[in-house]
């Protein structure tokens, strides 16, 4: 009887970005869900939640929730050099590049978590180097997967739509334009996630 070929692990990637995405989202709903006042994306910031004057016991949850997917997200990073094996110079090179600028988008995650909003400086502080660098991530991850043969360029496309998109939000401080960015980024977390699962080779 012929045995059966046992399928390889699912990648770094895929599993730290599915992590990061579930964490994110569910520990921010309980968040939410303890807020005590009314909330709304046309008025408040997605940090309002981790505010302790504004809601000290859903701030616990969501400064929880920014620390656990902090590192999530590196491990995230650190697995997508999954994306540059056997690939040209130039692709490794961008892809490394957006590596580097994801974990200290990563780091800079955890420290939002850890300075919460009603601590301004430190807080303002590190949340312009999250969305800084992560403008950087996307648009060296979006140009490397454009050289990428095995990936399609409309994932590159869009992580450069991404990065447009968080540009215009760290440009125009509106709240609205951050609850548009941020769910983009995950959707980009959770493609890059997939992407790198149908790249692992069969057994």
Known sequence: MK??????PYPLAT???AASIVVCVSLAAAAYAWYPWAFSP??????????????PIGSVLFRLDMVIVGVSLAAFFLGLRALTHDQRIWT?????????GGLVASLAVTMTGIYSEDQTTAHALWASILFISLAVTLMFIGWGL???PRVPS?????????CATDVVSIVNRS????????PLLLVF??????GTWKLTPSR
Request: no cysteine; aromatic share 12%; glycine share 8%.
């Open 146 to 148: 454009f050289f990428h």
């Open 189 to 194: 977390v959770a493609q890059l996630s997939y």
């Open 175 to 182: 709240h609205w334009l951050e609850w548009v960015a941020v």
């Open 92 to 100: 490794r090179l961008l892809i490394g590049l957006g590596q580097i």
């Open 42 to 55: 046309m008025t408040n910031w997605i940090s309002d939640l981790g505010n302790r004057l504004l809601s």
């Open 154 to 162: 409309l994932l590159g496309a869009f992580a450069l739509a991404v």
């Open 3 to 8: 045995r059966r070929t046992p399928r390889p």
């Open 15 to 17: 599993v730290a970005g």
